[in-house]
């Protein structure tokens, strides 16, 4: 099957949160939504104001000052050139790797992921983003990518299953801050597999389906099954 890029991201696993159900969701969740993982770099923080946030973001990734100086200078480069897309969005697997490779090659508990709509799902997806009326020059990363119509890198890939997420203003929300995992258990057969992700598209859109119910309560997004990729270090 073919997947569409939506982009290519370095993100930190998290301990699961007390909310989440301990009985469906494995100890270490993996997910695209920025309330649950860490990314990076963190852009809010390099384009911040704040010396004080810059200077602790530079503590917990146990770099020096001089270093993080060169983050922010590599990250406005790569900006200014379209290679990079806000908030956090590498363009190729090259670029995330030559990050890695310059600033956090002495950190070992990240993992770099892309991830990707099949074409039927982008054209939901740009439709969707179409209604809400965005000017092309407000346009964030993934919906540049999307656009496009670049298809996902899967070169030194595995593919580590699917994540039911709703884009807003540049990020997502995820079914698990929801609590949906309880809902789809409640009414269908919800399993993860060994990488804590839904196993396959077919449950992934069935998931979906559910999701985008209006009267369910969740965000007011358009939920959609994105395809996970893991990429070789």
Known sequence: MNFILGGYYIITPAVRPDYMDKQLIPDTVLSVSECICDFHP?????????NEEKRIYAEQLNISQDTYVEIEKWIEDKFEAGIFGFPQVFSTIELAREFLSKFLSHLSD??????????ERVEEFIEYEESLNKQEENLYGIEKLLINRIPIEEKDSKIMGYEVLGFESGTFHSYLC??????????????????????????????????????????PVLWLPWAIFEYSK
């Open 110 to 119: 990240y993992k770099i992921i892309g991830i990707g709509l099949t074409e």
């Open 42 to 50: 963190e852009t809010t923080v390099l384009w911040s104001s704040s």
């Open 178 to 219: 929801n609590g949906l995992e309880k809902d789809f258990n409640k009414h269908f057969k919800f399993t993860l597999n060994q990488n804590g992700l839904i196993p396959s598209l077919e449950e992934a859109n069935r998931y979906c389906d559910y999701s985008n119910d209006d009267d369910l309560g969740t965000e």
